[in-house]
């Protein structure tokens, strides 16, 4: 079962550091370059995001991890470095108390008992299916599925050259997902698959947290599959087919 990612928008960070969110883009883009270099996986700091801002537009922003929050407060002296490692650490002990909370429910029926039994045997029987109509030549799956980590929709539109807008769109027109409320949500058919997850991602320091639809490694493979059928294959995967065609 995927971890739920424990994550602060860099707005927020922001706001705490006494920044403005371009300046703190800029940094973090800096200490992304100096990481790259020492083979670490970036996304263990930062994970690259959007926000709306307050005139409705999508703009760039960064998740910020924990480790990444301790990027930034090391950088920082005196009294507000002091109250930006208050702020982060008691935000993340929050959200980590709230995860174990929902990870570790237990059923309380045999129903609900036998409910999660099968979702699982049907998650588990649905992974060896798409594993064995990928092979052998499983690029996507082999170079990129492999991650373990829950992904936001702008990390999937890269791996088709497309904007997190204009992937919502297309999914909009396939059926898969609709707009309410500023947020997308997956129609019916799909909200029970486990095709995405709601993590706490912190947006006020006087809330806890608003929920943030991200989707699981199972919901990549549906998307994969569902794009396919339209023609709409990863980047990797767009070389093969070239090939293909000139044999």
């Given at each position: 079962?995927?971890?739920?990612?424990?994550?602060?928008?860099?707005?927020?960070?922001?706001?705490?550091?006494?920044?403005?969110?371009?300046?703190?883009?800029?940094?973090i883009h800096q200490y992304l370059e100096y990481v790259g270099e020492l083979n670490f996986e970036p996304s263990d700091f930062f994970i690259e995001s959007t926000y709306v801002s307050s005139q409705g537009k999508e703009l760039p922003?960064?998740?910020?991890?924990?480790?990444?929050?301790?990027?930034?407060?090391?950088?920082?002296?005196?009294?507000?470095?002091?109250?930006?490692?208050?702020?982060?650490?008691?935000?993340?002990?929050?959200?980590?108390?709230?995860?174990?909370?929902?990870?570790?429910?237990?059923?309380?029926?045999?129903?609900?008992?036998?409910?999660?039994?099968?979702?699982?045997?049907?998650?588990?029987?649905?992974?060896?299916?798409?594993?064995?109509?990928?092979?052998?030549?499983?690029?996507?799956?082999?170079?990129?599925?492999?991650?373990?980590?829950?992904?936001?929709?702008?990390?999937?539109?890269?791996?088709?050259?497309?904007?997190?807008?204009?992937?919502?769109?297309?999914?909009?027109?396939?059926?898969?997902?609709?707009?309410?409320?500023?947020?997308?949500?997956?129609?019916?058919?799909?909200?029970?698959?486990?095709?995405?997850?709601?993590?706490?991602?912190?947006?006020?320091?006087?809330?806890?947290?608003?929920?943030?639809?991200?989707?699981?490694?199972?919901?990549?493979?549906?998307?994969?599959?569902?794009?396919?059928?339209?023609?709409?294959?990863?980047?990797?995967?767009?070389?093969?087919?070239?090939?293909?065609?000139?044999?």
């Open positions: 079962m995927n971890q739920l990612e424990r994550t602060i928008s860099s707005v927020e960070v922001a706001k705490q550091v006494g920044k403005e969110h371009k300046n703190l883009m800029r940094d922003s960064f998740d910020c991890t924990k480790q990444g929050c301790e990027m930034i407060g090391n950088k920082m002296i005196g009294k507000k470095g002091v109250q930006f490692t208050a702020f982060y650490v008691q935000q993340f002990n929050k959200m980590e108390n709230h995860i174990k909370q929902a990870e570790f429910e237990i059923p309380q029926t045999r129903a609900e008992a036998l409910r999660l039994a099968a979702d699982l045997e049907e998650e588990n029987q649905q992974l060896k299916l798409v594993n064995t109509e990928l092979k052998p030549k499983a690029t996507y799956y082999d170079l990129v599925l492999q991650s373990k980590s829950l992904l936001s929709v702008t990390q999937i539109a890269k791996d088709y050259g497309m904007s997190a807008v204009a992937l919502n769109k297309k999914l909009h027109e396939l059926g898969i997902q609709y707009k309410q409320g500023g947020t997308w949500h997956l129609y019916q058919k799909h909200a029970e698959c486990g095709y995405t997850q709601s993590v706490t991602h912190v947006v006020d320091s006087e809330k806890l947290g608003t929920p943030l639809t991200k989707w699981t490694q199972q919901g990549r493979l549906f998307l994969y599959k569902e794009l396919k059928e339209h023609g709409i294959v990863p980047n990797v995967e767009k070389g093969l087919l070239i090939e293909a065609e000139e044999m």
